[in-house]
């Protein structure tokens, strides 16, 4: 009987990516994290919404589309196609791909407006002040950098003074709203590093925020005001909604999945996720997020990425040298999720070397080939249990409920570390018990460890199956585990002594340069 998921439901979102330009490693790193999570917990028998897509409104997709000679939509029909390429390629697991430009969402973005505009939370003002075309923002003359070109955003981004009729949230009235809720949900905004700069912002003060523009059209209409559309933010975060079938409230979509359970985003647009995104819906009488999460950025062998520097990295090049798998482990592995990390192949390639053909990859291949070599090819029939084999199992064991845990927490370095503590111990388990010495005085003895051995190889790549899938898939099918059998509710189901076993094949090869003869 299937085990009883941990979480009836989680509903999980990527930003929707600006559609100005076309995929980098962030925008896979972002969405990698989220299709790990949902991976993870689909096995666990949680009911998943896995969401990505890409926003496709403003001023600079209007820009862009006019740079490259063709209407708004047909640019952004182009390049969206983009970031759905990556998701195939990346092997995502998403249930949805929403555009702004989908008739869908426009639906949506009217129905929240109207609703904020009945509850008095809209009024029509004029804006005057420092916008960033690049940013999608608005800026305070106090956030502004003199610099000796002038006037930037602190992102670096040029500024312009900008006057023009616009329509407002009222945010002054939600900063103490805010402040309460944030106390009451202390989850709500992570890494905590993060929570601490919004609860400081909200702190200094909210202005009211403006919602729309008048000086391009390539937006959401606003209804019966057409010289407005809505600002690309407030188009953009309703998205999440859009999704499940807002305003139909009673739309099963909505009733399972919102409020949403996470919101993964870069620490760049965390305060729109965290401070506008919650004003608007608190004020609507809806329930916010359950969790905003904002990881670090990359950095490209020690430097900061940027196109003029010409070492923007790009996924599909990664996966192309180093392997699809590889590159997911590597990504979740390498840093600290949360913080800033940097990208190397010296890097890359350890992890390669290192942690898949030297630790999992050995462990397998040599387990299985004693297997196959001493035991006929047929999982071996256990004795007794030592104590140390007892540990061992047990290890393995507690590797469900433990990466389970971090990674609700979006701790996946964390959860990969406890993956690979299991592993590392594996080997050194092999390594005293010495099957190959068991194997001339103690032959029973030596069927005990090799089936031990192979019950830790089935429950390492049972987890695995959430960030590597095609290479646990491959050891699964190695150790015989029927496809109907690879949920987690099958995770305490040990290996069937007799049964037959095919020959063994190396899944993680080790990484060489194509110049010494040997690919990846």
């Known amino acids: 009987m299937a085990a009883s998921p941990s979480v009836p439901s989680y509903y999980v979102t990527t930003p929707i990516y600006y559609v100005n330009d076309k995929p980098h ?51 952004t029909d182009k390049v969206s196609q983009n970031f759905r390429d990556l998701a195939v390629r990346m092997n995502y697991t998403n249930d949805d791909f929403i555009r702004t430009t989908e008739p869908r969402h426009y639906t949506a973005c009217q129905a929240l407006w109207k609703r904020l505009m009945d509850k008095g939370e809209i009024y029509l003002g004029a804006y005057e002040g420092w916008y960033a075309i690049r940013d999608e923002a608005f800026y305070a003359e106090s956030e502004l950098i003199e610099t000796p070109n002038g006037k930037k955003a602190p992102t670096g981004a040029d500024v312009e003074w900008v006057t023009e009729p616009s329509y407002f949230f009222r945010l002054s009235n939600w900063g103490d709203k805010l402040l309460a809720f944030y106390d009451a949900n202390p989850d709500f905004i992570a890494p905590r590093s993060r929570r601490n700069e919004v609860i400081s912002f909200v702190k200094g003060g909210l202005q009211d925020l403006s ?64 401070v506008f995104w919650p004003a608007f819906l608190l004020a609507a009488d809806l329930p916010p997020p359950k969790r905003v999460f904002a990881h670090g950025w990359w950095t490209n062998e020690g430097q900061k990425i940027s196109k003029s520097l010409g070492n923007v990295i790009d996924p599909l090049v990664l996966i192309d040298t180093y392997g699809l798998d590889p590159v997911r482990y590597f990504l979740l592995r390498e840093v600290s999720f949360g913080n800033d990390g940097d990208f190397s192949h010296a890097q890359m390639v350890k992890r390669i070397n290192t942690d898949l053909a030297n630790d999992l990859g050995n462990l397998a291949q040599r387990v299985l080939s004693m297997i196959g070599k001493n035991c006929g090819g047929i999982v071996p029939t256990p004795g007794p249990f030592t104590e140390t084999d007892t540990e061992m199992l047990d290890a393995a064991a507690a590797l469900h409920a433990g990466v389970r845990e971090q990674f609700l927490e979006q701790a996946f370095h964390r959860a990969l570390e406890s993956v690979w503590d299991v592993v590392v111990a594996a080997n050194r388990y092999v390594d005293q018990q010495a099957p190959w010495t068991l194997r001339k005085t103690d032959f029973a003895r030596m069927e005990t460890v090799l089936y031990v051995l192979a019950e830790v190889v089935r429950q390492v790549a049972l987890i695995l199956q959430a960030v590597m899938p095609a290479s646990a898939e491959k050891l699964l099918d190695q150790v015989a585990v029927p496809a109907d059998r690879r949920s987690f509710a099958d995770f305490t189901t040990r290996l069937a002594p007799g049964t037959a076993l095919p020959a063994p094949q190396g899944v993680f090869p080790r990484w060489v340069a194509a110049e010494e003869g040997a690919t990846s």
């Open 25 to 75: 490693i962030g925008h896979a790193y972002t969405t990698l994290a989220c299709d790990v999570l949902a991976r993870f917990l689909r096995l666990d028998g949680t009911q998943v919404h896995f969401l990505t897509g890409t926003d496709e409104h403003g001023q600079k997709v209007e820009k862009s589309a006019a740079a490259a000679g063709i209407d708004p939509k047909a640019f």
């Open 211 to 274: 919602v729309s523009r008048t000086s391009f059209s390539w937006g959401v209409p606003v209804q019966g005001d057409d010289k407005h559309i809505m600002y690309v933010w407030f188009d953009a975060l309703t998205n999440y909604l859009s999704a499940i079938g807002y305003p139909d409230e009673t739309n099963q979509a909505f009733k399972d999945f919102w409020p949403a359970s996470l919101h993964m985003v870069g620490k760049d647009i965390l305060r729109f996720h965290a």
